[in-house]
């Protein structure tokens, strides 16, 4: 098989307008052509034979797209199952805990904002305690394991019973992987349950379920895997799946208590049909009537990054080295510098440890700033980097995130296939010039 061809030659598989430079990946993925393809040749299966597609092939369809998924994580088949995204996958997993009074859960800062909002939600319906491990980036790996530790222990000496904890594989905002196997390795110590929401995590990185021994994972394959939108992979090992008994809404699949009222059978089963699959895979394989064909679309994705991407690990480290060395150079051209950990004496940033990187522009918020650098107050820095994503899709045609993170704003940067380190160059001289029109103050007209 011949070396893939990155960079512009990949774009002929993507559906971009060609006026269009897309930049930002990592919040809501893209799939390419022939799984676009795929898609839609098993929607028109549905159309043409409804009952007969929807009641018994899709079925089987689904089933082969978890043998894969579940090849690629080296998890079974009978652990892995789909969800629309990883906030659903987090709220359904959080939802079957059934927090008891004196139970708490520890999530940590910065957290994805559905997720947090989520476990609030979930505290005013339950008794649930949540309390949050708080730190920003850059933080070392021993640091922050540190604080984690702290808030254990002192929930503990509220009286509280630690029962799980929500974190992160790769952070949303900002774009850095955590320490997630390290964390991971704390709660199993700890005896706490670890629900890890990767959601940029499988296609980005590699990943290995027996390695990891999570308790639960979920992790978006519309975004790095290249399926369709909404799709992703709960992973629960055989020895938890007795926790989750419900989706979010309730499946036909649901697993009622003993002592609960009798429900009536799903009128989807075949009676005739003897049964293969767990209960775990059959409560999430109908849930509602609802547009799954993005879900049995990951064989068609793993096809296309084989055949044209040659394979995982060549697709993984160009999109990995093609972020770092993007970052370097914008934060060249700002003047400023890229997110990674203190101290590191020449050693790999393992903040930078995967295909997103972040780097500080120079406006600061509410600080005396440093250099050139623009101050913002804490009031005008929301619209700030509001008016600069604006200006990049109205002026520009393109989008990258820019968020305040600590004293500063920063941009995120998204490494893919059909991009090269050309295109970050050319939008870090368009960050230079909407920076400089910050400092006029252009945002407020």
């Given at each position: 098989m011949s070396a893939p061809q990155f960079g512009k030659p990949m774009l002929k598989h993507w559906m971009f307008n060609p006026d269009y430079k897309n930049l930002n990946h990592g919040s809501f993925?893209?799939?390419?052509i022939p799984v676009r393809d795929a898609q839609r040749a098993y929607m028109d299966l549905a159309d043409q034979q409804p009952d007969p597609y929807i009641r018994r092939h899709h079925s089987e369809h689904l089933t082969k797209a978890r043998e894969?998924?579940?090849?690629?994580?080296?998890?079974q088949r009978s652990e892995c199952v789909f969800v629309k995204n990883a906030t659903t996958g987090v709220a359904t997993v959080l939802y079957n805990l059934a927090f008891q009074p004196g139970e708490a859960l520890i999530y940590f800062e910065p957290v994805y904002g559905a997720v947090e909002k989520g476990v609030v939600s979930l505290q005013e319906h339950s008794p649930l305690q949540a309390r949050k491990v708080s730190f920003q980036f850059p933080i070392t790996e021993d640091e922050l394991e540190r604080r984690f530790r702290e808030v254990i222990a002192r929930t503990r000496d509220e009286g509280l019973k630690v029962r799980a904890s929500v974190f992160d594989g790769i952070v949303s905002n900002p774009g850095v992987r955590f320490p997630f196997e390290r964390i991971t390795a704390v709660c199993r110590e700890e005896g706490i349950l670890s629900v890890i929401d990767a959601a940029h995590g499988i296609g980005q990185i590699h990943l290995d379920m027996q390695e990891?021994?999570?308790?639960?994972?979920?992790?978006?394959?519309?975004?790095?895997l290249y399926t369709p939108r909404s799709c992703a992979v709960l992973y629960t090992p055989h020895r938890n799946q007795h926790y989750l008994r419900t989706t979010l809404p309730t499946s036909w699949g649901f697993i009622p208590n003993p002592d609960s009222p009798e429900t009536i059978a799903s009128v989807l089963s075949d009676p005739n049909s003897p049964t293969t699959?767990?209960?775990y895979e059959t409560l999430f394989e109908f849930v509602a009537t609802s547009d799954d064909s993005a879900y049995i679309c990951v064989p068609a994705a793993l096809e296309f990054r084989e055949k044209v991407c040659g394979g995982e690990k060549a697709l993984m480290e160009y999109c990995q080295r093609l972020a770092n060395e993007a970052a370097d150079a914008v934060a060249e051209i700002l003047g400023t510098e890229v997110m990674q950990e203190p101290g590191l004496n020449g050693q790999e940033s393992n903040l930078r440890r995967c295909a997103m990187t972040n780097v500080r522009l120079p406006i600061a918020v509410a600080t005396d700033g440093s250099g050139d650098s623009t101050v913002l107050s804490q009031d005008e820095a929301p619209n700030a980097f509001a008016w600069i994503q604006s200006k990049l899709i109205e002026e520009f045609n393109t989008f990258l995130p820019v968020f305040q993170h600590g004293p500063w704003l920063w941009t995120r940067l998204s490494g893919q296939t059909y991009l090269e380190k050309s295109d970050f160059e050319a939008v870090g001289h368009v960050l230079l010039g909407l920076c400089e029109r910050v400092a006029k103050k252009e945002f407020k007209a």
């Amino acid at each position: 098989m011949s070396a893939p061809q990155f960079g512009k030659p990949m774009l002929k598989h993507w559906m971009f307008n060609p006026d269009y430079k897309n930049l930002n990946h990592g919040s809501f993925g893209a799939h390419p052509i022939p799984v676009r393809d795929a898609q839609r040749a098993y929607m028109d299966l549905a159309d043409q034979q409804p009952d007969p597609y929807i009641r018994r092939h899709h079925s089987e369809h689904l089933t082969k797209a978890r043998e894969a998924v579940a090849k690629l994580l080296n998890a079974q088949r009978s652990e892995c199952v789909f969800v629309k995204n990883a906030t659903t996958g987090v709220a359904t997993v959080l939802y079957n805990l059934a927090f008891q009074p004196g139970e708490a859960l520890i999530y940590f800062e910065p957290v994805y904002g559905a997720v947090e909002k989520g476990v609030v939600s979930l505290q005013e319906h339950s008794p649930l305690q949540a309390r949050k491990v708080s730190f920003q980036f850059p933080i070392t790996e021993d640091e922050l394991e540190r604080r984690f530790r702290e808030v254990i222990a002192r929930t503990r000496d509220e009286g509280l019973k630690v029962r799980a904890s929500v974190f992160d594989g790769i952070v949303s905002n900002p774009g850095v992987r955590f320490p997630f196997e390290r964390i991971t390795a704390v709660c199993r110590e700890e005896g706490i349950l670890s629900v890890i929401d990767a959601a940029h995590g499988i296609g980005q990185i590699h990943l290995d379920m027996q390695e990891l021994q999570p308790d639960f994972f979920v992790s978006n394959c519309h975004k790095w895997l290249y399926t369709p939108r909404s799709c992703a992979v709960l992973y629960t090992p055989h020895r938890n799946q007795h926790y989750l008994r419900t989706t979010l809404p309730t499946s036909w699949g649901f697993i009622p208590n003993p002592d609960s009222p009798e429900t009536i059978a799903s009128v989807l089963s075949d009676p005739n049909s003897p049964t293969t699959k767990t209960p775990y895979e059959t409560l999430f394989e109908f849930v509602a009537t609802s547009d799954d064909s993005a879900y049995i679309c990951v064989p068609a994705a793993l096809e296309f990054r084989e055949k044209v991407c040659g394979g995982e690990k060549a697709l993984m480290e160009y999109c990995q080295r093609l972020a770092n060395e993007a970052a370097d150079a914008v934060a060249e051209i700002l003047g400023t510098e890229v997110m990674q950990e203190p101290g590191l004496n020449g050693q790999e940033s393992n903040l930078r440890r995967c295909a997103m990187t972040n780097v500080r522009l120079p406006i600061a918020v509410a600080t005396d700033g440093s250099g050139d650098s623009t101050v913002l107050s804490q009031d005008e820095a929301p619209n700030a980097f509001a008016w600069i994503q604006s200006k990049l899709i109205e002026e520009f045609n393109t989008f990258l995130p820019v968020f305040q993170h600590g004293p500063w704003l920063w941009t995120r940067l998204s490494g893919q296939t059909y991009l090269e380190k050309s295109d970050f160059e050319a939008v870090g001289h368009v960050l230079l010039g909407l920076c400089e029109r910050v400092a006029k103050k252009e945002f407020k007209a």
